[in-house]
């Protein structure tokens, strides 16, 4: 049992050793993060401006140059992210306008169209004025409708039309085929 209590306690004296150790190295570590963590503030605070009361001179020259690195960086950061964002709207820029071209390509294309298509309306249409003018041209005194007999002649582009009885009948231009 001797043996037993021996190297029970003889464990158990090296654990409580380790153990502190391990409690000194971390009242040490606590001192320093709590050092490290006092000089932050400070260092936040002479940042913003206040307790600078107590700065020599050279404490000060050292802050404003510490600040201005870091508006140096600041402007730089900011300037690379207006750059990447004018880069973009760039791109954009160009897309919009490709397709505003696009577009337009397309409204012309269908003026072109609407206009060919007016076009040929117009000349089907002058090719039924002219076949009717044609039609109205052709001497009419030989045709004879329901009793009422027509003379037409042709001076100066203009038909002159009498009527042989006391009532007449008028045709419409599509019944007037000359075969």
């Known amino acids: 049992m001797c043996r037993l209590s021996y190297f029970f306690w003889s464990h158990y004296y090296a654990k409580l050793i380790e153990l502190q150790k391990m409690q000194g ?16 503030q400070k260092n936040h605070k002479h940042y913003m401006g206040e307790e600078i009361d107590a700065l020599s001179l050279k404490e000060l020259q050292n802050l ?10 600041i ?3 900011k300037n690379q992210l207006m750059q990447e964002s004018i880069s973009q709207l760039q791109k954009k820029d160009k897309a919009l306008r490709e397709q505003n071209n696009e577009l337009a390509k397309m409204i012309k294309e269908n003026e072109k169209e609407m206009v060919q298509e007016t076009q040929w309306g117009h000349q089907s249409y002058d090719l039924n004025s002219s076949t009717f003018a044609i039609t109205q041209a052709v001497d009419l005194s030989s045709i004879s409708m329901g009793g009422t007999s027509c003379q037409a002649s042709l001076e100066n582009g203009e038909m002159e039309e009498t009527a042989r009885q006391s009532h007449a009948v008028v045709m419409p231009p599509w019944m007037l085929r000359i075969n």
């Open 75 to 77: 402007r730089s950061r």
């Open 25 to 40: 190295n971390l009242t040490l570590e606590y001192a320093k993060l709590k050092a490290r963590m006092e000089v932050l």
């Open 64 to 73: 404003e140059h510490q600040i201005e690195v870091a508006l140096k960086n």
